[in-house]
């Protein structure tokens, strides 16, 4: 019989994307997924140990969702979740709750499963935790060959060879300064000057005006795709990941770094100057050590992975041991 499992889904499109990995990882014969879509009010920005065991900070419309025949799992992907997890597990003692990331001490106890990336060992350990290297993503093969499918035309008359270039920009107190931007733009010049080729290249909201147009300035005469913040056409992110020869990627964000490395593909590293945090660079650090990445260096411009990286295999295979 079916496990009943729901998933709930809110407006962080990053911990959206690892649940979704997760989903499509799971053997189909074993679970009945079903999604439950919040939408919240401002009284979710409260504290977990205020909105404890209940529904506040959800929408009448939301709340409606949550009622029996209660399910057997309940994926819980941020801590703006967990209030809804527990309140489900008060409801019905029996069903098992997972938590993508550490949920926060409130309740943690409550949960049978907490899937925590590697580099959140520096937390106090519980029986509950499995560490993954990076974080789940939706980069299959069967996704590549997709969008290679589906973009591959629009990049035919680029020279080759193609390097992505992906790039995220500041985070928490620690902005996404000119000088690093300034330092991204010459690693890439020095890259394309030894392989040639076009970038295929990406901003985000994050990465500044400022530090983009710097950046843009300096790549001019590399022949390019582009898809920058604020552009109104159709995203090809995945196309990049799809038709890129290489990928180059800033490490601030720990899911555009594990996408790129479920490519399978030459995957470099930007770590800039003063700018990334000691979780960072243990993440960083894992992908080389492992070899999923390289450092963005002319030393290691011939980086071969060793395989590709998907931690949404690992965290389904620790559900189903459920």
Known sequence: MKKVLWVLIDNRMGSVGQARGIIQQLNDNHFDIIEK???????????????????????????KLFKAPWPNMVLSISRRTVPVARYIKKENPQTQLIQIMHPGETGLDEFSLVLLPEHDKDKPFRKSFRYLIGAPH????????????KWAETFKDLPKPLTAVIVGGAIKDRPFTLENAKGLADKILDFKKKIGGSILITTSRRTGENAQKLIMEALKDIPAHTFLWGDKNENPYLGYLACADNIIVTGDSVSMTSEACGTSKPVFVFEGKSWLT???????????????????????????PNSSLNAAIDAAREIERL
């Open 138 to 149: 939706r980069v299959t093969p069967k996704v590549l060959d997709e969008a290679e499918a």
């Open 37 to 63: 879509k919040i939408e919240y009010t401002k009284l979710s920005g409260l504290p977990n140990f205020v909105r404890g065991r209940t529904l506040m900070g959800l929408t009448q419309d939301s709340k």
């Open 278 to 304: 000691k979780k960072h660079y243990r993440f960083i650090h894992a992908l080389y050590e492992n070899r999923y990445a390289a450092p963005l260096d002319m030393r290691y411009i011939n980086f071969k």
